[in-house]
């Protein structure tokens, strides 16, 4: 979504992380830590998530807000859902295509949906527009998959918080990003947690690590 937003041409290479030797793989194509997603320019490679975004944002500023007391509250939520969120992260899972899954929500989980709540209630606020910031940047293509996962899990919020997630679920980018997660055949079982009706889980699909499904090949 980054390269997307960022009018940036590129083609992308597919990696589950849950085959024998895809680990191995991702480094040999300059993953250090074996992990998605991975940029290469020009044969270089970038592999960490926010290095990507800092990278870009050296060519396309737009990625970040312009105002200099926003731009780093920004990167702090970016940091946020890159190394914390930790109990939502491990009771839900990213699961495209699932719906009504049912999660188990300890008290650190709905501590952290609480602050995610608390984030996206002050969208709205920038005379710029309804995003976070203002405009759509990298602060809301970090939360698309926290998005992803309370759509899948049935998370409920209210006002704000309720608002700004139905228009992340709505904008093209993150549809597109739902639609090429849904179009891939790969089944994690360890994944696929039980419908809410019956305990019976639904076919479905995910692909890449549990926060970026694919890697990305530039160049």
Request: hydrophobic share 40%; with cysteine; proline share 7%.
């Amino acid at each position: 979504m980054l390269l997307r937003l960022a009018g940036v041409p590129f083609e992308e290479t597919i990696q589950s992380l849950y085959v024998k030797g895809a680990r191995a793989c991702v480094i040999e194509r300059g993953g250090e830590t074996g992990l998605v997603p991975v940029l290469r320019v020009d044969g270089f490679p970038i592999w960490d998530t926010l290095a990507i975004v800092e990278y870009l944002y050296e060519q396309y500023p737009a990625l970040w807000p312009a105002d200099r007391f926003l731009r780093p509250r920004a990167r702090s939520y970016a940091g946020e859902v890159h190394s914390g969120l930790n109990a939502l992260r491990e009771a839900m899972p990213v699961n495209a295509r699932g719906r009504n899954r049912r999660a188990v929500r300890t008290q650190a989980v709905e501590d952290d949906i609480a602050r995610v709540a608390a984030i996206w209630k002050t969208a709205g606020s920038h005379p710029e527009g309804p995003w976070l910031f203002g405009r759509f940047n990298a602060a809301d293509i970090m939360f698309a998959p926290v998005a992803s996962r309370f759509q899948t899990y049935g998370v409920s919020l209210q006002g704000g918080a309720a608002t700004y997630l139905e228009r992340m679920l709505a904008h093209p980018l993150v549809r597109e990003w739902f639609v090429s997660g849904q179009d891939e055949a790969e089944i994690i079982d360890m994944f696929e947690l039980p419908d809410q009706s019956d305990g019976k889980p639904e076919s479905s699909r995910m692909t890449g690590h549990p926060e970026h499904p694919v890697s990305h090949d530039k160049g």
